[in-house]
């Protein structure tokens, strides 16, 4: 009887465990996974905004609605715009009037956002600036003010020629909160979903939605960089310099390739900034300048215009904008100095190799061009040569010279009438007299 009694209890406890099961398992549901939602697209914008950034920033806007995405951030570090008004007025309104809320951050530190970059985050939803970073100088509206939100109308006055920082703009309202790094601002954006953890520095908050990064393609940032004024302009004047090059030289080519591509990748920059035309014009004159005075061998007055041209040209070249200091010193230095010492030299040892004998020329009669005092240029046979005569016999433009020595590219001349023998001439006839005496 006991046991059965006891068999009673096992079969009425196996019951009850196998009636409990469910139950708890219905009172401690398992932790679903949040379900996946389009990854918030953060689109780098680094520069001038040209054709090629807006394009850029449209599509990534098209991209983001297209999705689903709950956010786009717009990573800004720009001064303005090289786009026309109308370009630029285009994007504003494409930032305002999006299918999808969209994030402007001023970062990383020490980032600007002014003129058109600034405007557009005017018309943003939400705006963070990292520290050290910059926003303002928005010029004239490019759309309508009262498109812009509440906090930059009131601020209108200041901000169209001035600047406020992370800390200003977060007290007039322009930015939200402090956003340090990009993930601060994405982690308040409202709708975003995210976590709590540890870390050394305390708890932090990280998004559970999918954040990519994301930058112009390898050719569109080629176009993009050649595209800012600093490069154009190098370029330019680097195509230019190698063209001439390979002109004077007559090489294999290389120089003449690279300079070609170089000259219409600058051409490329150029049209897309403001730039002058006779500006422009003046580049292509100092060229033609310099290549004057290398076909004769010398520097001499058209050398001097063209440097003045080159000088007046790279520093006005821009309509609104200014080229560094660094980029003009390297420009209108390097080229000069390449056009008067490099080339000219380059020309002559390129055509005055050794198989060229000169001997000929010894006893040939011609004019000097310039004076003669000891150095100057004269014409032998039709080309122009540098010359240097005795200091007791100085020659002045057009008198008629012989050549009595070749010195390497050097010619020693006297005039014809009344010369002097060189110094160098009577030391080397004293040992003969002596010889022919003994």
């Not at 409990?20 to 219905?26: Q, T, V």
């Not at 679903?32 to 040209?50: C, K, M």
């Not at 992370?166 to 954006?189: E, F, K, S, W, Y």
């Not at 219409?264 to 292509?284: F, I, K, S």
Request: positive net charge; charged residues 20%; hydrophobic residues 50%.
């Amino acid at each position: 009887m006991r046991r059965l009694s006891t068999v009673g209890l096992l079969l009425a406890a196996s019951a009850l465990l196998l009636v409990a099961l469910p139950a708890g398992g219905a009172t401690a549901p398992r932790q679903q996974p949040p379900p996946a939602r389009a990854a918030i697209d953060v689109a780098e914008v680094s520069g001038f905004l040209d054709s090629v950034v807006a394009a850029f920033v449209d599509g990534r806007i098209r991209e983001a609605e297209r999705s689903g995405a709950p956010w786009l951030v717009v990573q800004v570090n720009s001064r303005g715009a090289v786009v026309g008004s109308e370009r630029a007025a285009a994007l504003v309104e494409r930032v305002r009037t999006a299918r999808v809320p969209i994030a402007v951050w001023v970062g990383p530190s020490g980032a600007r956002a002014q003129g058109a970059a600034a405007q557009i985050a005017a018309v943003a939803d939400q705006v963070g600036i990292a520290p050290g970073g910059r926003l303002g100088r928005l010029g004239e509206p490019l759309v309508d003010p009262a498109r812009f939100r509440a906090p930059f109308r009131r601020e209108l006055a200041r901000l169209r020629d001035g600047t406020v920082g992370a800390a200003d703009a977060g007290r007039l309202g322009l930015a939200a909160r402090p956003a340090p790094t990009v993930g601060d601002l994405v982690v308040n954006l409202d709708g975003v979903r995210t976590r709590r953890i540890q870390t050394d520095r305390g708890p932090r908050r990280t998004p559970l939605d999918q954040v990519r990064f994301v930058s112009l393609p390898l050719l569109d940032q080629l176009m993009h960089t050649v595209a800012s004024p600093p490069v154009a302009y190098l370029l330019l004047v680097i195509g230019m310099a190698l063209i001439l090059l390979e002109l004077f030289t007559a090489g294999v080519g290389i120089a003449g390739v690279v300079g070609a591509v170089c000259f219409l990748l600058g051409g490329y920059g150029l049209a897309g900034l403001p730039t002058r035309p006779w500006a422009v014009g003046l580049l292509g004159l100092a060229m033609f300048g310099f290549a004057v005075d290398i076909q004769t061998g010398v520097p001499r007055v058209w050398s001097a215009v063209a440097a003045g041209a080159f000088l007046v040209g790279s520093v006005l070249l821009y309509d609104g904008l200014s080229l560094p200091w660094i980029t003009l010193l390297v420009g209108v230095a390097g080229t000069v100095a390449f056009m008067i010492g490099a080339l000219p030299s380059l020309v002559r040892s390129r055509f005055s190799t050794p198989t060229i004998g000169r001997a000929w020329m010894v006893g040939e009669e011609g004019e000097a061009v310039a004076d003669v005092a000891p150095d100057g240029v004269v014409r032998v046979r039709g080309a122009l040569w540098r010359a240097r005569t005795n200091r007791a016999t100085p020659i002045g433009s057009g008198v008629a010279v012989r050549v009595v020595e070749v010195d390497g590219l050097l010619l020693e001349v006297e005039p014809l009438e009344g010369g002097a023998r060189d110094h160098r001439e009577r030391r080397r006839s004293r040992p003969l007299d002596a010889e022919a005496t003994g």
